[in-house]
């Protein structure tokens, strides 16, 4: 069954969530920089994190509780501040984020988790948290999903938020999410299972689901969603994607081989991908979003290494945001990524323009070759004549915003 969209849904769409989001002087700028997210009910959890080997703290931490398998209560996150690279202290202060939460919520230190995003290297300003759970805990509500949405940008232009309903047992579950992320976006997320700017991603859902197959949707959903986006090849410290079933719906609980299984994964991966895919339309100084499918690959390992050497080539990105079609920077890229090609078979389309045949040019007027690339969004197909395999990646052109957008992220 179709899953449907919610108008002006969120995170806190599905029932038996609250969220808040509060100034607590994290950021020079005075907006919204602290969300608290609560269940209602303890939820079950599943997550994904950051690959970079400089995990910042809060994720050390989250890693650590997820991987107990006990259900949660509520997450906590601070934008303005990394807490990354801060060493046993900053361990400390995650943990302490998270107690301090907790008491206020009158639930256990290890049902919250934290999050933090901003500035790497600098030490966690305690007495802010302090004054963000204060503010937080009294401000909870249904509808402070979009609150919660502004507090966690950095460089984000706007709040990103959705929702989906869908039936399960006869009964209307719903998924909501929020995410935030414009710059330092290349997530190479890794599963987590029981046993500077920052993309953070938390999903919803009211369905009872057992953990397990929570965390199997989450995985499912990653290449088709925050594992296929990059803005600037960077993949960040604090990257995490947390997902949060509270079961208020009151469906049989949702496993593997419950017959609405399928419409569940199809709606968890259907929300995801709409998020990254917001992420990347609101990147830093990003003019164009671009959808790069890479075919022909001898395996699918080498379509994907092909893609995100296309998606990230600085030449690539700076053509499209001049809408320069020299294709001959995309075929570059494709051969310096160390995959197999056939030059005698390449082929390359912009938005079902011919570009390139049998790895020449294919005769298409320049004028056209503009056209194709001068939209907000549109589509680049290269097919390397060698195999089956493909992968698809959403990537975005480089701007003289986003040079002065990181040139002043430290002052």
């Known amino acids: 069954?179709?899953?449907?969209?919610?108008?002006?849904?969120?995170?806190?769409?599905?029932?038996?969530?609250?969220?808040?989001?509060?100034?607590?002087?994290?950021?020079?700028?005075?907006?919204?920089d602290a969300m608290l997210l609560v269940s209602d009910r303890p939820a079950?959890?599943?997550?994904?994190?950051?690959?970079?080997?400089?995990?910042?703290?809060?994720?050390?931490?989250?890693?650590?509780?997820?991987?107990?398998?006990?259900?949660?209560r509520a997450v906590f996150v601070n934008s303005g501040n990394a807490n990354a690279c801060t060493g046993a202290q900053g361990l400390a202060n995650a943990r302490q984020m998270a107690a301090l939460a907790a008491d206020a919520l009158g639930v256990l230190p290890a049902e919250v988790l934290v999050s933090s995003t901003g500035r790497i290297g600098v030490p966690l300003p305690m007495e802010k948290i302090r004054r963000a759970v204060e503010l937080a805990v009294p401000a909870l509500s249904p509808d402070g999903g979009h609150d919660a949405a502004e507090a966690i940008m950095t460089t984000d232009t706007r709040p990103k938020t959705a929702a989906v309903s869908f039936t399960v047992n006869g009964r209307t579950v719903t998924l909501g999410g929020t995410c935030k992320g414009a710059g330092m976006i290349a997530p190479k997320l890794i599963p987590c299972r029981p046993c500077q700017a920052t993309m953070l991603a938390y999903l919803t859902t009211d369905a009872a689901v057992e953990p397990a197959f929570l965390q199997a949707c989450l995985?499912?959903?990653?290449?088709?969603?925050?594992?296929?986006?990059?803005?600037?090849?960077?993949?960040?410290t604090n990257d995490t994607f947390l997902a949060l079933a509270n079961g208020q719906a009151g469906n049989r609980p949702l496993t593997d081989e419950h017959p609405d299984a399928p419409a569940f994964r199809d709606a968890f991966t259907t929300l995801a991908g709409r998020l990254a895919r917001e992420m990347v339309l609101d990147g830093e100084g990003v003019t164009r979003f671009v959808e790069l499918c890479v075919t022909g690959a001898r395996d699918n390992a080498q379509a994907r290494r092909c893609a995100e050497a296309i998606a990230n080539s600085l030449l690539c990105k700076?053509?499209?945001?001049?809408?320069?079609?020299?294709?001959?920077?995309?075929?570059?890229?494709?051969?310096?990524?160390?995959?197999?090609?056939?030059?005698?078979?390449?082929?390359?389309?912009?938005?079902?323009?011919?570009?390139?045949?049998?790895?020449m040019d294919a005769?298409?007027?320049?004028?056209?070759?503009?056209?194709?690339?001068?939209?907000?969004?549109?589509?680049?197909?290269?097919?390397?004549?060698?195999?089956?395999?493909?992968?698809?990646?959403?990537?975005?052109?480089?701007?003289?915003?986003?040079?002065?957008?990181?040139a002043d992220y430290h002052t």
């Open 1 to 32: 069954m179709a899953c449907e969209w919610v108008e002006d849904g969120g995170v806190t769409t599905p029932a038996g969530f609250r969220a808040a989001g509060v100034v607590a002087g994290f950021k020079r700028s005075g907006r919204k």
């Open 44 to 72: 079950a959890v599943a997550a994904a994190f950051t690959s970079n080997r400089y995990a910042a703290a809060p994720v050390q931490y989250d890693r650590e509780i997820v991987g107990q398998g006990r259900p949660v």
């Open 219 to 236: 995985e499912t959903s990653l290449d088709l969603s925050f594992n296929r986006i990059t803005v600037d090849g960077d993949s960040s």
């Open 318 to 359: 700076t053509a499209w945001f001049g809408a320069d079609p020299n294709w001959g920077r995309i075929l570059c890229a494709a051969g310096y990524s160390g995959v197999e090609t056939d030059p005698a078979r390449t082929r390359l389309d912009y938005d079902g323009v011919p570009i390139v045949r049998d790895g």
């Open 363 to 406: 005769g298409t007027p320049e004028k056209d070759q503009v056209a194709a690339i001068s939209k907000r969004e549109f589509r680049i197909a290269l097919d390397l004549g060698v195999g089956d395999g493909t992968f698809t990646v959403w990537t975005c052109d480089l701007t003289y915003d986003y040079v002065k957008i990181n």
